[in-house]
């Protein structure tokens, strides 16, 4: 919540226009969300690409334009090359607010979790599009727990399963691909310099996990002109915990969505309380549309 409201506070400042994708425009701060900045007269935009807020910028130059830099490496490819092309041509009132977060630190916070009972693990099949099977396989063999890379349709994660049962009962713990359409061993390697070329690594606070070492993105020193955090002297914002939100537990398999004593009562995809309502992949949303039981 913490980072939401550091969006906000930027977002209301005089001569921001804050550029985000779609789906962040209902995710709750501790007391606000995007959407209500922006009824309240905040300019916030919705793109498509991070490209799309760099055009903004060039559109607007008595403007500071803000790209809110949200995801993972599936995304954070393209928030380098829009900072990488406002550096090259010289647009100057473009930044990035990077909230970006990186996967594989976040699966080992759970796999060495004696708390959280993993058998194995559905590794995410667009992330995995950038970085491969490597560090999956690390982890596969550091902790004993199968991983499986698996596809987004019916029949992908079906198979995905069998496949991790397959090991579970054989005794064994690999790192395999069944999204073998799409991702390759050794992921997309121009993503990959893009990302070490244009980002380095950080800690950054985790929803449920905590601060993790090394599980953020921010722009290196070549880039730092390009970091709003730094350009307008965002402060942090504390995380407040909400009364009853079980998010944390949900996120780590701890319970179940009908565990959470706000789930469907308080928290509905109308008025979410925490992400796993807010985004429709999230568990609490899957669990209210289908009805599951």
């Not at 055009?55 to 830099?69: D, H, M, S, T, W």
């Not at 019916?154 to 691909?177: F, K, N, P, S, Y």
């Not at 121009?190 to 722009?219: H, N, P």
């Amino acid at each position: 919540q913490g980072d939401i409201d550091a969006v906000i506070d930027l977002a209301e400042r005089p001569g921001i226009i804050l550029v985000t994708f779609g789906d962040m425009m209902r995710v709750p701060g501790n007391k606000s969300s995007l959407q209500e900045a922006r009824s309240r007269g905040a300019d916030v935009r919705i793109a498509y690409s991070p490209l799309d807020a760099v055009e903004i910028a060039r559109q607007n130059p008595e403007k500071e334009v803000v790209f809110l830099g949200i995801g993972f490496e599936t995304t954070a490819p393209a928030v380098a090359i829009s900072a990488e092309k406002a550096q090259q041509e010289g647009v100057k009132n473009y930044s990035v607010l990077t909230l970006h977060k990186v996967v594989p630190p976040a699966l080992e916070v759970i796999f060495a979790d004696p708390d959280i009972k993993v058998n194995g693990l559905i590794c995410p099949g667009h992330v995995s599009i950038v970085i491969g099977l490597e560090r999956y396989t690390q982890l596969a063999q550091k902790y004993h727990q199968p991983c499986v890379v698996t596809g987004f349709e019916t029949l992908d994660i079906l198979e995905g399963i069998v496949m991790l049962l397959q090991q579970i009962r054989q005794g064994q713990a690999r790192a395999e691909i069944q999204y073998k359409r799409v991702v390759r061993p050794e992921g997309n390697l121009v993503a990959q310099e893009t990302l070490k070329k244009v980002f380095t690594t950080v800690g950054a606070r985790w929803r449920g996990l905590g601060f993790i070492e090394d599980s953020g993105l921010e722009f290196n020193q070549e880039y730092e002109e390009m970091d709003a955090r730094k350009k307008f002297a965002i402060p942090e914002y504390e995380d407040i915990p909400i009364k009853g939100c079980a998010c944390g537990d949900v996120l780590t398999g701890r319970i179940t969505p009908h565990e959470c004593r706000l789930f469907s009562r308080a928290c509905t995809p109308i008025n979410p309380i925490g992400p796993c309502m807010v985004s429709h992949e999230g568990a609490c949303a899957a669990y209210y549309r289908y009805k599951i039981s």
